[in-house]
T-cell receptor
Framework: GDSVTQMEGPVTLSEEAFLTINCTYTATGYPSLFWYVQYPGEGLQLLLKATKADDKGSNKGFEATYRKETTSFHLEKGSVQVSDSAVYFCALIIMYSSASKIIFGSGTRLSIRP | EPEVTQTPSHQVTQMGQEVILRCVPISNHLYFYWYRQILGQKVEFLVSFYNNEISEKSEIFDDQFSVERPDGSNFTLKIRSTKLEDSAMYFC???????????FGAGSRLTVL
């Protein structure tokens, strides 16, 4: 079935370090792909998305490219800040005739040291 | 920016009690969803709702769960007889007619004692 696999956390980095959080997916068809972020004590916020192969989603310095050949959607940021500390969820969306369903990865907790 | 609002933010209840979690989706959205996240675990799909009926539900969404949209604005999740394992953060979400981006609420934390 459809699924999302992302790298295990927690990930701890120093401020200004380069970040990569790996995400791969299994899906029939061509889903849209997302990264959601959950800051401490808050809900899920859409960080970025890509709807077709080779699309690059970007927001707040984060980027991810939809790679069909490797079924991946890795999240990257060139220089992380303390305020980026959160849990990051990779997700895909399956469209049905009467609704859609998001399937989330297990989440990766990111902690940034000052 | 339009947002999905959920109440209560936190509810503590005794096992066996009924709980209703409320959500106000974005006003022009047509699709509504409930997800849950047990502490430290994956966010799991519960149910989707469109045109006043359930369009999809997961194995988790058994007979103890129900959803309704009683007044055209609120979207509620009812758990008839709560169990300890129902303790989780419950997220409501909604999407527009394209249904390809979900906007989530801040969540309702349910603690069952």
């Amino acid at each position: 079935g459809d699924s999302v696999t992302q790298m295990e956390g927690p990930v701890t980095l120093s401020e200004e370090a380069f970040l990569t959080i790996n995400c791969t997916y299994t899906a029939t068809g061509y889903p849209s792909l997302f990264w959601y972020v959950q800051y401490p004590g808050e809900g899920l916020q859409l960080l970025l998305k890509a709807t077709k192969a080779d699309d690059k989603g970007s927001n707040k310095g984060f980027e991810a490219t939809y790679r069909k050949e490797t079924t991946s959607f890795h999240l990257e940021k060139g220089s992380v800040q303390v305020s980026d500390s959160a849990v990051y969820f990779c997700a895909l969306i399956i469209m049905y005739s009467s609704a859609s369903k998001i399937i989330f990865g297990s989440g990766t907790r990111l902690s940034i040291r000052p | 920016e339009p947002e999905v609002t959920q109440t209560p933010s936190h509810q503590v209840t005794q096992m066996g009690q009924e709980v209703i979690l409320r959500c106000v989706p974005i006003s022009n959205h047509l699709y509504f969803y409930w997800y849950r996240q047990i502490l430290g675990q994956k966010v799991e799909f519960l149910v989707s709702f469109y045109n006043n009926e359930i369009s999809e539900k997961s194995e988790i969404f058994d007979d103890q769960f129900s959803v309704e949209r009683p007044d055209g604005s609120n979207f509620t999740l009812k758990i008839r007889s709560t169990k300890l394992e129902d303790s989780a953060m419950y997220f409501c979400a909604s999407s527009d007619e394209e249904a390809n981006v979900l906007t989530f609420g801040a969540g309702s934390r349910l603690t069952v004692l």
